[in-house]
Every structure is written in C-alpha cells, then in structure tokens.
C-alpha cells in the first residue's frame, strides 16, 4: 500500500458517485423528515430506520471531504457506513449494477459486494499502520 493518496482519491470519488447515484433518496428522507406530520405515522422502526437513512446519507459527502483532505476521520466514517451500506444496499460500487444488462446480476451483485469487503480491509490496513 505505497500509494495511500490514491486511494484516498478512490474512496472519495466512491463516496462522491454513492451520494450522487442515491441524492434523490436523499431527497425524499429530508422532505419525510420537513414534514414531521408524516413521520408520526410511521411506526417506531420506520422513524429510527428514516433517520439512520437519512444521517447515513448525509455522511457520504462529508467523509468525501475528508476523505479528499487525506484525514484519518475519513476513513473512520467508513466503519459507521459499513453495515449500513450494506443494510440499505448502498455499495460503495454498486454503480455497477446498471450494467446489468449486459453482464448476469448475480455476478454484479457478487462483485459490488466483494468490493465493499476489499475496501473494508484496505481501510483496516491504512487505519493499523497508523
């Protein structure tokens, strides 16, 4: 791992094009949450599950920042992303999936899930070394 600002680059363009692909969920959870009304009709894990959503999306423009500044928070960021990426379906290359009309889903949902993984240990590894 000799090139750690490459990598910081490719997580914040990862970040970037996350935040992009998803900016109209993003949307939608901010108009949900300016309208408290209807949020009051939501059960109790809809509520928590809006906010969580919402605060996660949030975040993705945030660890690209800093991400972009090369600090150590950005990466940080990216352990409370982790399981709700995956939990909302919001891989860091899930990008990919539009291909799918010219590759097999199953093998896009594979690869976007196995980058979600190999970024993981990457990020584990800058944050050991210090």
Do not use: W
């Not at 509520?47 to 975040?59: A, E, N, P, R």
């Amino acid at each position: 791992m000799k090139n750690k600002n490459g990598f910081y680059i490719l997580f914040a363009l990862l970040d970037l094009i996350t935040f992009i692909i998803g900016i109209s969920v993003f949307i939608a959870l901010a108009n949900q949450i300016i309208d408290f009304r209807g949020l009051m009709h939501q059960s109790v894990v809809q509520f928590i599950s809006t906010i969580i959503q919402f605060l996660f999306y949030l975040s993705l423009p945030i660890s690209f920042v800093l991400l972009l500044r090369r600090k150590k928070i950005g990466l940080t960021f990216y352990y409370g992303q982790f399981v709700l990426r995956l939990i909302y379906c919001t891989l860091s290359i899930g990008f990919i999936l539009y291909l799918d009309r010219y590759i097999n889903a199953r093998i896009l949902l594979i690869t976007a899930y196995a980058g979600e993984v190999i970024r993981l240990i990457i990020t584990i590894l800058f944050l050991k070394k210090g």
